[in-house]
Each structure stands twice: as C-alpha cells, then as structure tokens.
C-alpha cells in the first residue's frame, strides 16, 4: 500500500472532537478526585472557625498560593496532553512561590527571632506534608485516569505537571481543616506536601503515561 493511500485510509477511521476536549477531560478527572478528597477533609475536620477565618488576611494569603500553584499545574497539563506541545507552563510556579518567599521573609524581619521557631513549625509541621500528600492520591488517580486517553510525550515531566495540580488542589482543600497562619509555615511544610505529589507523579509517569 502507497503512503498516500495508508493515510487516506486512516483518515477515514477518524471522527471529530468536540471543542475543549482535552480540557474537559483533565477537568472531570480532577473533579472525581478532588470530590473523594474534599470528602476526606471532612472526615478530619473542618476548622471551627471557618466562618471568620475564610476573611483572614493569612487565610486568603494561604489560598491565593495553593490555588495559583493548582491553577500552573492544570495549564502545564493542558499543554502536556498534545503531544506537539511541552508543559512550559510549569516554570511559572517560580512566581506564586516567590511571591510567598518574600512573604515569608517580610513576616520574619518584623517578627521577634524568639517567635520564628513557633511561626515556622505550628503544631503541625511533622503531620502537615504527609497529610497534603496523601489527600493528593485521589486527585492524581483521576488526572491519571483522564490522561489515559490523552496524548503526552513527555512523561516524567507531564506527571510532575499532573502532581503539583493534584497536591496544590489537595493542599486548598486541606487548608479548610488546617488553622496554621503563617506565610512560612505554608512556604516551607505546604510546599513540601504538593513536592512529594509532583514526586509521585513524576515516578509514576513514565509507566502509566504511556501510550
């Protein structure tokens, strides 16, 4: 068989694909997700605050990062799920953390140095990373899901896009039950949950990416 007429043959085999496939896909995964883990936020326990603290200054601070880090994730895999495009988006979450970094610091240089120990570790600095790890499973479980009829080439790379989406999301919904204010403690221990998902989904990537 002539090239011309394999790709006129295959090209008789294919149908149209609605318009925003590829976001509606990776949207519905996250969303299954994300609904088994806001399910698990509510079993820990929301804060009994909740009311007053959704309009703290550190709370917004708290969610405007998670959310910019979810949203960088969600655009890096957009990206990812055409195989002629490379998940450059991901560089851009060099921007919401250096944004809470210099938070971080600002909070630090006006904080007495006898304080810094109990801004940066809370009372929940050891359980607060593997809980934002954990609570990401579901979330990465769907996006992996849903990529299993995408197209990505870059597989390591796209799994870190597809876990920092899942930990950052993971991350905002955790801060429903979690009462830690303070921007260093949300750089350094949220930071490290939403790095071991990108961890976990850079591992898992290149196996169950493929296609």
């Not at 976001?23 to 007053?52: F, K, Q, Y």
Request: overall charge positive.
């Amino acid at each position: 068989m002539r090239t011309d007429d394999l790709i006129a043959a295959l090209a008789d085999d294919t149908r149209p694909v609605r318009r925003h496939a590829v976001e509606m896909r990776i949207l519905t995964g996250l969303a299954m997700g994300a609904a088994i883990t806001a399910v698990a936020v509510l079993i820990i326990g929301l804060r009994p605050d909740m009311s007053s603290a959704m309009m703290t200054r550190s709370f917004l601070m708290k969610w405007s990062y998670t959310i910019t880090l979810a949203l960088v994730g969600v655009a890096a895999m957009v990206q990812a799920a055409r195989p002629d495009r490379a998940p450059r988006a991901l560089w851009f979450a060099v921007v919401p953390v250096a944004l809470m970094a210099a938070g971080a610091g600002y909070e630090l240089a006006t904080t007495p140095v006898s304080q810094w120990e109990n801004m940066m570790m809370g009372h929940s600095a050891m359980t607060c990373p593997v809980t934002v790890g954990l609570l990401s499973i579901p979330i990465l479980a769907g996006l992996l899901w849903s990529f299993r009829a995408l197209a990505p080439v870059r597989l390591r790379v796209t799994g870190a896009a597809l876990g920092l989406a899942a930990g950052a999301a993971a991350a905002t919904l955790y801060g429903l039950s979690c009462d830690e204010h303070t921007a260093i403690f949300t750089l350094t221990w949220y930071s490290l949950g939403i790095g071991l998902a990108m961890l976990a989904g850079a591992l898992v990537g290149p196996r169950l990416l493929r296609w």
